[in-house]
């Protein structure tokens, strides 16, 4: 089993510009996640998906974060413009209801 | 508002030790606390998860106590190991199992065991 994968790794970009990270889950997880995790601190989360409908996005800053899960398997996570606060690490986890809730290594963002 | 609190912020335990990281929680619907693991680089690992109808649960030198009056649990390390050494975050989450859920994590106790 490949586990959650996720890319890229790592990312640089200036502020202002655009940047997505993308997300694959494990096999058969009809629920996805996607986490931000700052420096010295836990995960907190940004959106929940159920297949593809979007159950819970109270977290995510919609003015400039956009998420999408085509066909419930693949998600991608976008920010535009990106701000320096938004230099964070993004994980991406899956579950079923069988269980298995497993992150990916996540997303270093840093934004200059 | 952290509705989960983590202490210490970091530890450090000689080779055999035991690690004890403390968690409080808010929250009274929470009734599912799970410990992840996390080494640089790498996203959270589950390690062990209790539910609120037990006061303790053991797997190898994992141990959870959960004290539900005083909305409290502890992870510990019994006979802690240099490749223990890893940020530990406490979590809990409404749903038994913790699947289709949101995790409310705590802010990580960062363990470094010497030898």
């Known amino acids: 089993e490949a586990g959650v994968v996720q890319s890229p790794r790592y990312k640089i970009i200036e502020k202002k510009q655009p940047v997505a990270f993308w997300c694959n889950p494990i096999?058969?997880?009809?629920?996805l996640y996607w986490y931000r995790q700052n420096l010295g601190q836990g995960p907190e989360l940004l959106i929940r998906?159920?297949?593809?409908?979007?159950?819970?996005d109270s977290q995510l800053p919609k003015d400039r974060f956009s998420a999408e899960r085509l066909k419930g398997v693949d998600s991608t996570l976008k920010i535009q413009p990106a701000e320096l606060g938004d230099s964070a690490v993004y994980l991406c986890a899956s579950s079923s209801i069988a269980g298995g809730y497993t992150f990916g290594s996540g997303t270093r963002l840093t934004v200059v | 508002q952290q509705q989960v609190k983590q202490s210490p912020q970091s530890l450090i335990v000689q080779k055999g030790g035991i690690s004890i990281i403390n968690c409080a929680y808010e929250?009274?619907?929470?009734?599912?606390f799970p410990w992840y693991q996390q080494f640089p680089g790498k996203g959270p690992a589950l390690l062990i998860a209790?539910?609120?109808?037990?006061s303790e649960k053991k797997e190898g030198r994992f141990t959870i106590s959960f004290n539900k009056s005083a909305k409290q649990f502890s992870l510990h390390i019994m006979d802690s190991q240099p490749g223990d050494s890893a940020t530990y975050f406490c979590?809990?989450?409404?749903?038994?199992?913790?699947?289709?859920?949101?995790?409310?994590f705590g802010t990580g106790t960062r363990l470094q065991v010497t030898l």
């Open positions: 209790i539910r609120p109808d037990v």
């Open positions: 998906y159920e297949n593809e409908e979007a159950v819970d």
């Open positions: 096999s058969g997880h009809n629920t």
């Open positions: 979590a809990a989450s409404k749903g038994h199992t913790g699947t289709a859920s949101k995790l409310t």
């Open positions: 929250n009274t619907a929470f009734d599912y």
